[in-house]
């Protein structure tokens, strides 16, 4: 146990510090916070006023309001039917009253008597006879107690914000100093505070405005720091060299005479662009961002087949096996006839298509000598090509293009692992081109991705039938099943899309937002249009929690024609290629980004048929319903994604809790001067304005980054 005398170091673990403990560490590790420095680094998502109380009567549902007032009287019930308990205290200030509830906590009420007074703060929900607050921030006010500024911290079950914040005031004082890593130099002229003025303020401030700069330097710190580490990387691509892949303008001109359709313009200037990089000698780092169905994997298996017409073997790494089975069908369909050997290794199985429609499965062990002395030249799986592994790891004969499929950040490490593997002489290293579906707007592409050169693949091919979007209020919802079941019997298929897999309880659901409460599950729909809806049809479900084959059994008989509905989460939000399905019903639509949904419609619209997009909405906020509309009215996805971001910030496409990708660093994306500063400050290290090399942290703090950083 480490006790709070002696100076406590960022890298000892939670559950040594006295005070915190191994069972208290454990709720902490919900949060990924394993460390001092992990605790420290958990900055507020915002911060509330409690000096200055809302009066009770003019608090309206939806409100994230600070209160104070007196308890008239605790209640604790037993909800027998539900299998929960719910604890109420009824407050009230000289305006009105408001309850107070928290689910399966009975021992809150021993806490509280009346007459006791609360300030506190909480999401106010309206139940059926009145409004009232869930699962709240709280203190008791005493004679010498005064209120200030409280920071707000992103929780989990059985941890509240109160209860982080009171470890972090414990550790603060007594852990080590931080080393700041950022030259003095950028500090000055961006104007930001010191690395431990900076802690300090950010979770105990004397104002919001003092918050707010601390902030904004761990804002600052993390995206100066992704776009340093990409512009190093940059640099570092330039003094290397790759295989030349020049274009071979006859044996391109065979491939495209023998697909079934002609490339767009799009296609056909990323293509350009990609073979200009192949032929240059110096290694391609692109990335190829494209809508749903723009042709990106054609674009990728022509620049696979030109290096393969040259002598080189290309890798293909998608991130479920279900996206690499539909490459492989892809691959094979458009150029099996050029009787280049084409591989598929999945964690189930091996097969080999050697053209001429010959295809066999073959001993794992046999293909990868065959690969190792070049003889097959595509080779298509997951990443799990790439991992140390006895039973798949693959050594090549001479790789000269590597194509992942969204994964946008492909580490330093991953490239260096797979260039050692690569078997190319004389320090060559294999071209790189990553693809992606997911709209990105061009600022967040720039700062995250500025290591990368971007292709836009920005229209959809000419014989693609626009998909017909339609909000669905719910006195319209019979009619909607009425329609579906007219398209089913005229043998379509039907996508249904859930935000939830299953009810969890009700404390969970509080923490998660009260909200969330009403959100449709998979399981719940499942069960419900089997039975009573469409008890005739034959329906399927799928989400995350199953097996990876029970996923693709289920995906395989959706796809065979065997299921007329496909009730599922976001799984089927990539890789699903389904010509014959032509309903994307989306409950809940409200709850997902608008790059999300327009990842969803994008999964019917594939065949020759008239496609259609629902989107099932109970919400009242007219916020909600505009972002819906601008779903039925966007051009395309890009166009979304840039409305997205102006409504909800850059979390709604990458991710907020996604390693490496802190709220600070979604939340710097929306600030152009944090970009701006950033951008330049990292230039200035990477042109020697500032010297690099002599300014240690910093170089530490760059190959963490390196090392850790991925969007994935």
Not at 706 to 711: G, P, V
Request: charged share 30%.
């Amino acid at each position: 146990m480490l006790y709070m005398v002696s100076r406590l170091k960022m890298t000892d673990p939670l559950s040594e510090v006295k005070g915190i403990g191994e069972k208290m560490a454990e709720k902490f590790a919900r949060l990924g916070l394993l460390t001092v420095g992990d605790l420290l680094g958990h900055t507020p998502i915002r911060y509330e006023d409690w000096s200055s109380p809302r009066p009770i009567a003019g608090l309206k549902q939806g409100d994230n309001a600070v209160f104070r007032g007196t308890i008239e009287k605790v209640f604790l019930r037993r909800m027998f039917r539900r299998g929960i308990s719910m604890t109420e205290a009824r407050i009230k200030d000289g305006t009105g009253s408001i309850s107070l509830i928290w689910f399966n906590q009975p021992y809150v009420k021993y806490g509280f008597k009346e007459g006791d007074e609360l300030v506190g703060s909480g999401k106010v929900s309206a139940g059926k006879r009145s409004l009232f607050i869930s699962n709240p921030a709280y203190d008791f006010v005493k004679e010498d107690t005064e209120f200030g500024i409280i920071p707000v911290y992103r929780r989990t079950k059985g941890l509240s914000s109160k209860g982080i914040w009171g470890a972090i005031k414990k550790v603060l004082p007594v852990s080590e100093p931080m080393t700041e890593f950022i030259p003095g130099k950028v500090l000055l002229s961006e104007g930001l505070p010191e690395i431990n003025k900076s802690l300090r303020n950010a979770h105990i401030p004397n104002s919001i405005s003092e918050a707010d700069r601390a902030k904004r330097r761990f804002s600052f710190e993390n995206l100066f720091l992704i776009q340093l580490s990409s512009l190093i990387q940059k640099k570092k691509l330039l003094d290397m060299k790759s295989p030349v892949i020049g274009s071979d303008i006859d044996f391109a001109k065979k491939m495209l005479s023998s697909i079934p359709f002609s490339l767009t313009f799009a296609q056909k200037r990323s293509l350009w662009e990609i073979m200009q990089d192949m032929g240059s000698g110096r290694p391609m780092n692109r990335l190829l961002q494209g809508d749903v169905g723009s042709g990106k994997t054609v674009v990728a298996a022509i620049a696979a087949m030109e290096a393969a017409e040259q002598g080189f073997q290309s890798v293909i790494m998608a991130p479920t096996e279900i996206l690499a089975r539909q490459h492989y069908s892809t691959f094979r369909s458009l150029f099996g006839h050029m009787e280049y050997p084409i591989a598929l290794i999945t964690g189930k199985e091996t097969v080999v298509f050697y053209g001429e429609k010959l295809e066999s499965s073959v001993k794992r062990k046999d293909v990868l000598e065959d690969i190792k002395k070049g003889k097959i030249k595509t080779i298509i799986g997951t990443h799990a090509l790439i991992a140390e592994s006895k039973k798949s790891s693959v050594e090549f004969g001479n790789l000269g293009l590597i194509v992942i499929d969204e994964q946008h950040r492909f580490g330093v490490g991953q490239r260096g692992h797979i260039t050692r593997k690569s078997g190319l002489k004389n320090s060559l290293v294999p071209h790189f081109l990553s693809m992606s579906a997911t709209p990105i707007p061009r600022t967040i592409a720039i700062s995250m991705f500025g290591d990368l050169d971007l292709s836009l693949i920005d229209e959809l091919p000419k014989d693609r039938k626009p998909v017909t979007t339609k909000i669905i209020p719910p006195d319209k919802r019979e009619k909607a099943y009425d329609f579906i079941r007219e398209e089913v019997e005229k043998g379509r298929q039907v996508f249904i899309v859930c935000p939830r897999i299953e009810k969890e309880d009700e404390e969970e659901l509080v923490i998660s937002g009260p909200s969330w409460s009403d959100a449709k599950t998979v399981s719940e729909e499942f069960d419900r249009l089997s039975k009573k809806i469409f008890p005739d049809l034959k329906i399927a479900m799928l989400h995350g929690r199953m097996k990876p084959e029970e996923k693709s059994s289920v995906m395989e008989d959706f796809r065979s024609g065997k299921k007329d509905i496909l009730v599922s989460t976001s799984v089927i939000e990539v890789g699903v290629d389904i010509p014959n399905a032509s309903i994307m019903m989306i409950e809940n639509a409200d709850r997902f980004g608008l790059a999300q949904l327009y990842q969803f419609k994008g999964r019917v619209g594939r065949g020759p048929h008239q496609s259609f997009c629902l989107l099932f909405s109970e919400s009242a906020s007219e916020a909600s319903i505009e972002r819906l509309k601008a779903v039925t009215e966007a051009k395309n996805g890009f166009e979304l994604a840039e409305k997205d971001l102006l409504m909800r910030g850059p979390g709604s496409f990458l991710g907020n809790d996604q390693a490496g990708n802190p709220d600070l660093t979604m939340r710097a994306l929306q600030d152009p001067s944090i970009i701006r500063g950033s951008r330049r400050a990292a230039e200035q290290v990477v042109n020697g304005d500032i010297r690099f090399e002599e300014f240690a942290p910093l170089m530490k703090k760059v190959e963490e980054v390196q090392r850790n950083f991925h969007l994935e």
